[in-house]
């Protein structure tokens, strides 16, 4: 696939910054958009010429998750791990050293490799330097609060961080028909952003204590969901407390490898019970979700340019991941093959 759009996602930072070991020499990017440029015998689906959506974890229909409607565990999720594919191949090299493919693709390149099933065609309306994004942060925010934590109409809901991801959460609330949205984030201006997209109540973290905040909000019972969003182990704990009996905390970041989640006393977690959730790609088959995705966009249900504050050209790379770090607007698109 010709790679046109690659949006920059935490994950990129963290492997390029240590956070996340990966094996090296390694091209980050995992959140593409672009036009088939071939394909191999047996797809018929796709044909050269296709725009498409690339998705981390494509499904591969036939392994022990798959058969049971948990594509987003199929076995090839492991290659966001392995950082290759699963037969130990890259269909990368530098010489005669293998070069590996960040985060299971490896887009920010003019070119990339996928399963069949890992480019899914869109409507050719759809401008590419948008749909890009759906590739990962709004698969994984909006998929975990309709996917994963099956959020239910007139819900209270947290959300902690308000990168890319987050707001597609609060996005992905705003669909479910929650009640209120309640968000937190350092950022004054990612704040304001959620307003739009729907969030009702707003937490500076740094002069407001969120679990105080969240129960007061809710009548000192405590919110239903809560959704970690931004990557960090001790908000999977805030959420727990800020969370009701009986409810539902979503760990949809991904932590440093050195970041543990500690519920104490352990007691108080089964007395609870309060669900601790998991969430890979917001639980998503890809096949089903980036077309519906992309159609709650063109029906005006779902903003995904106000996820996009800066496009950049590739050789500005080193540049976009400053403002990531930097936590400076919400998600800088590349323009790669554009």
Known sequence: MAVKYCGCCHSDLSIAEGTFPAPTPIVLGHEASGIVDAVGAGVDHLRPGDPVVLTPAPPCGTCYWCVRGEASSCVNSLDIVTNQLGDGQTGLTRGD??????????????????????????????????????????????????????????????????????????????????????????????????????????????????????????????????????????????????????????CVGAPPITDNIVLAPAALFVMSEKRLMGTLLGGCNSLREIPRLIGLYQAGRLDLEALITARRPLEEINEAMADLSASRGVRTVLEIGA
């Open 97 to 250: 050293e293998k070069v590996y493919r960040g985060v299971g693709l490896g887009a920010f390149a003019e070119y990339v490799l996928t399963y069949a099933t890992g480019a899914v065609k869109i409507d050719a309306e759809v401008p590419l330097e948008v749909a890009c994004v759906v590739g990962c942060a709004v698969q994984t925010g909006v998929g975990s609060v309709l996917n994963t934590a099956q959020v239910v109409e007139g819900a209270t809901v947290l959300v902690m961080g308000l990168g890319a991801i987050g707001l597609s959460v609060v996005q992905g609330a705003r669909l479910a028909s929650a009640a209120r949205i309640i968000v937190s984030d350092p950022v004054g201006q990612r704040r304001e952003v959620a307003g739009a997209l729907g969030a009702t109540d707003f937490i500076d973290p740094t002069h407001e204590d969120v679990i105080e905040r969240a129960q007061s909000l809710t009548g000192g019972i405590g919110v239903d969901y809560a959704f970690e969003c931004a990557g960090r182990g001790d908000l999977i704990s805030t959420g727990f407390l800020a969370t009701r009996n009986h409810g539902t905390i979503v």
